[in-house]
Structure formats: C-alpha cells, structure tokens
C-alpha cells in the first residue's frame, strides 16, 4: 500500500490594520482557547478560495467587509494536522464587532503585538501559539507603523 500524507487542513486569518494598529481578537471558545488572542479567521471549507474563506469568516464573526490584500509569506502548524496562513486585509466597510467566537476586539500597536523587550513596557497580547511567529511575519510584511 502507498503510504500518502494527507495535506494539511488551513486555517487562514486575517491581518486587518489601520491607523498603524492591528486588529486582535480575544477567543470566548472552545474552552482551552477562551480567553486567548488571535488574528480572526477560520477553517477553508472544502472546495473553497483561502482568499473567499476569509472573507466569509471576517463577515461571519466580525461583521465587516474586507478585501484580501497580499498572502503574508509563511504557514504555521497548528493542532491537529491544520495549518495557520495569514492575509493583510483592507477593511472595506463596517465597524468590526465580537459576533461570534470572540468576546472582545482591541487595535493593537506594534510593540504591543510583538513587544521587544525595549522602550516603556507596553500591554502585550496573549496570542495563540501559532499567532505569536504570525504576528512577527505580518509586522515585518507592513514595515514599521
Ligand atoms: N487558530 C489559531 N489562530 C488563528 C485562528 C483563526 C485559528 O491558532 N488566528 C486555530 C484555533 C483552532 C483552529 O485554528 O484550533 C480552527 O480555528 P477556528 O475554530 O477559528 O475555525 P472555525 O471557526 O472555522 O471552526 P469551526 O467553528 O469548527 O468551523
């Protein structure tokens, strides 16, 4: 028998920025990720665009329109056989809002998303495991703010 790898599952998150900030969300579920943050996002449906999957999760859960505008270079691994890929996103309409799996939204500086252990203590973001290395590669694709 052959033996084949199944290719990963991806999960694919958005980078909404503004104003030199980025947007995180705080995660209300499942359990052992309530209270966590993370770029918002979800799981491609079989079939289905990364770019039109992000778009439907950013509408689903956060009430916005947005626009996919560059793939963010890099995948992280996540739990069970699922992979993080991240998208700088415009935000085209709306006032984004925790609708669904998030209980709280914050625009996050820089140095707050990823501190650097220099300048005044800023307050950094519990981020997800895999959106912690995410984060950095998003901040390195936008330049300093
Ligand atoms: N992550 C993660 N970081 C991140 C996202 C959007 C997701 O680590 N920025 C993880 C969390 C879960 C898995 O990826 O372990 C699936 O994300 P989830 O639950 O947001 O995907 P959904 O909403 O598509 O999941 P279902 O509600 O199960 O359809």
Not at 10 to 35: K, N, T, W
Not at 104 to 111: H, I, K, Y
């Amino acid at each position: 028998m052959t033996e084949r790898k199944t290719a990963a599952r991806v999960v694919v998150a958005g980078a909404v920025y503004g104003g030199g900030r980025l947007l995180a969300a705080r995660r209300s579920a499942p359990p052992e990720l309530a209270g966590r943050w993370e770029l918002p996002g979800g799981k491609v449906e079989p079939g289905e665009r990364e770019e039109d999957a992000l778009v439907r999760e950013l509408r689903e859960e956060l009430g916005i329109e947005t626009v996919p505008v560059a793939r963010v270079p890099g995948a992280w691994p996540l739990p069970r056989g699922h992979e993080l890929r991240v998208w700088t996103v415009r935000l085209v309409s709306g006032e984004p809002r925790p609708l669904q799996d998030h209980d709280a939204l914050r625009w996050v500086t820089a140095s707050e998303a990823a501190p650097d252990g220099q300048g005044p203590a800023p307050d950094p973001v519990d981020w997800l495991e895999a959106d912690r290395p995410a984060v950095r590669a998003v901040l390195a694709l936008l330049g300093p703010a």
